[in-house]
């Protein structure tokens, strides 16, 4: 008996030992991921002066949304903290500078989600808010409902104190032009928009609380009152704190399809042993099966912060209490692992 214990206590100890030594890091008790849009993303096609802009722009973005985490505050804040710039900037197709549609206006959708209780609010279509993420947020708080459309959320809006943005606000040149070449050259939104620049943010809080959010003009040229995926829970947004928050961007027809948020954060509640980057990767690829490209960022109780895209760029970023922090637009850029070992 003595010397059977002998034997486990030996066969035991390399193995505790290298335990010892490689001891996965501590999860981290925060984290964080931003898109900015995926797409056909060419390097030769973008000076050094835009690059510098959207990657300020994004960081600007993240640096938001990681202060809230960093200082305590819920996964909602911070990817609402993250998403306003993005709404705000010029650069990124949602808010200013949405994409226009076929008849010329800016129409916006957005959605946001908690991981906490599965709360949704979601708006489409909206003409004159500043920033819809933050009607999408009031949709789920201060509504019986979870997705409102066109003048009716427009209204709800200005009963919930929304100011009335003139529309000009949302508009600029180089998209107006996108719409114009769209048109002259008779392309389809997908040839025209050699970038989509769709906004979201995904975040888990020191709470252990997720929330996700998207924010989007859509695609150059939509008509018939055309909704993607962004305003669609399930497809471009979705939280749920039994397994991740994620948020998506790409060929939005696609994404409604293939349920790809939903998808995701299912696949992770039964993962067995498979790695979360390969469930993300493998819903993607049903997308791509399909015809549709994009991408995905998502967010774990475990704090990984995750990115999965099949185009050639995704302006993105992430930031962990681990000490990750980085942007980055192209494939295979990205400095640091931000998924724990385990
Ligand atoms: N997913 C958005 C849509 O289809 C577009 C994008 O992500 O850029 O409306």
């Given at each position: 008996m003595k010397n059977l214990i002998t034997l486990i206590a030996l066969a035991l100890m390399p193995t505790t030992a290298l335990a010892q030594d490689d001891a996965p890091p501590p999860a981290p008790k925060w984290s964080l991921a931003i898109h900015g849009g995926a797409g056909t993303l060419s390097r030769d096609a973008m000076t050094p002066e835009k690059r510098a802009e959207y990657e300020a722009a994004l960081q600007a973005a993240l640096d938001a949304g990681a202060k809230v985490l960093a200082d305590g505050g819920s996964a909602m804040d911070a990817i609402k903290a993250a998403i306003m710039p993005m709404e705000d900037?010029?650069?990124?197709?949602?808010?200013?500078?949405a994409v226009f549609t076929w008849e010329g206006t800016n129409e916006l959708d957005s959605s946001i989600m908690d991981g906490r209780d599965r709360s949704a609010g979601a708006v489409a279509g909206v003409k004159t808010v500043k920033n819809p993420i933050l009607l999408a947020d009031t949709v789920r708080t201060k509504s019986p409902h979870v997705m409102l459309m066109g003048t009716g959320a427009e209204q709800f809006a200005a009963e919930q104190g929304f100011a009335v943005t003139p529309p000009e606000y949302f508009a600029t040149e180089s998209r107006l032009r996108s719409l114009e070449r769209m048109k002259a050259e008779q392309l389809s939104a997908i040839d025209v928009d050699l970038k989509f620049g769709t906004v979201g943010a995904v975040a888990l809080d020191q709470n252990g609380n997720m929330a996700a959010g998207t924010s989007t003009g859509g695609m150059t040229g939509k008509r018939w009152g055309r909704i993607g995926d962004a305003p669609v829970i399930g497809a471009g947004t979705y939280a749920d704190n039994r397994a991740c928050a994620v948020s998506a961007t790409g060929w939005g027809e696609y994404f409604i399809r293939v349920g790809v948020a939903h998808e995701i954060c299912a696949r992770l509640r039964m993962r067995?042993?498979?790695?979360t980057q390969d469930i993300a990767d493998s819903v993607m690829a049903e997308v791509a099966e399909l015809g549709g490209d994009g991408g995905v960022i998502l967010v774990t109780p475990d704090g990984e912060a995750i990115f999965s895209f099949n185009t050639s760029g995704m302006y993105r970023g992430r930031a962990t209490s681990a000490g990750v922090n980085e942007v980055a637009i192209f494939g295979g850029e990205d400095q640091a692992s931000a998924t724990p070992e385990h």
């Open positions: 900037s010029p650069l990124f197709n949602a808010g200013k500078g067995g042993i498979l790695g």
